[in-house]
Structure formats: C-alpha cells, structure tokens
C-alpha cells in the first residue's frame, strides 16, 4: 500500500524566503570594536583619513600613520576584509574592488577616576573610550549566486512499517497498593 505526499505551499513558500535570503545575505559587512581606550575625537581624526577609500588603499593610510588609533582601526579593517571573504566564499577579495561605504565612531563607556589637587581637594579625570563601526561593500558586481529552484516533489511512503503497541502501565494499582499497606 502506497500513498503520495505533496509538500504543502507553506513549506515551498518558506524554503524560496530562504533562498532568497541566502542570496541577498552576500554583499556588504559590517564590523564593530567597541571601548577602545583612545577618546572619540582622535579617532574621528583618523576615521576621517580613511572614510570612501579602498581597502587596499586604507589600509597603506593606517600603517604610516603616526596616531595611536590607526592600529586599532587597522585591524578592524583586516577583520572587516576576512567577514568579507567568509560571506562571499566564492569571490576573491582582489577582483572585488573593495571600499569602505561608512565608517562612524561613537562615544563609549567613560571611566571616571580622581586625581590628586592642592588644599585636600581631588580633580575628576575621565578616561574616555569609542565605538567604532565601519561597513564594506564591493564597488563591483558580483556574479550572483544560482538561486536554487525547489521544485513540488511527491514523495512515496510505504506502509511496510507496522505502528508499534505501546504497553499501558499499571500505575493506579500500585499506589492503591500503598496506601491500603499505610
């Protein structure tokens, strides 16, 4: 005895979302480092330096700079470039052209600590840090993924397997059993 299952729409509705999904996922990254100890406005100064460049190009910027904040940034980069290359296995980093499209820095957490000062008094010293955000795309267009058609399978089942008996179990008996023995 055979039956035929259809796949119901709901399930091919929901594998073409995620194929589709999947296709659109490639593209752009977007990377963070958040409290790095250097305050927002130096590394403003340096994000500046690099803000609509190429990679390639960004990157010689942030290894002769003399500022503390390029190191950081240098890395971010780096880091950026290989979410990039993991995301779109099948392209390679040179031929895609890459470019910083945005790069922001925010203020972070600020440590306040006390200093020392004349006549038993204490001046505030705040220890301020950054959070820096930095998104990059590729100038070129990639070769698009095939998005994978799923087409309407039906699927045959046989009835070869029997539905196995479930044993019922006596657990009435037993307590009746105790609390006749109490």
């Known amino acids: 005895m055979e039956t035929t299952v259809k796949i119901k729409k709901s399930v091919l509705k929901r594998q073409k979302i995620a194929a589709a999904k999947e296709a659109a996922a490639k593209g752009a990254v977007k990377a963070h480092l958040n409290n790095v100890p250097t305050s927002t406005r130096k590394m403003r100064l340096v994000a500046d ?22 190191r950081k940034l240098e890395k971010l980069v780096l880091g950026s470039v290989a979410d990039w290359q ?56 990639l070769p698009a993924a095939p998005v994978a058609v799923v087409e309407e399978k039906e699927v045959v089942a046989t009835a070869a397997a029997k539905p196995k008996a479930t044993a019922k179990k006596a657990t009435g008996e037993k307590s009746k059993a105790k609390t006749k023995a109490n």
């Open 49 to 70: 330096l690099v803000r609509g460049q190429r990679v390639t190009l960004a990157l010689g910027i942030l290894k002769y700079q003399a500022k503390q904040g390029a």
């Open 86 to 141: 993991a995301k779109n296995s099948e392209a390679r980093v040179e031929d895609a052209d890459l470019y910083i499209r945005e790069i922001f820095v925010d203020g972070g957490r600020v440590l306040k600590r006390l200093r020392t000062a004349p006549q038993g008094r204490a001046y505030r010293v705040r220890k301020r840090s950054n959070h820096i955000t930095i998104v990059i795309d590729s100038l070129k267009e």
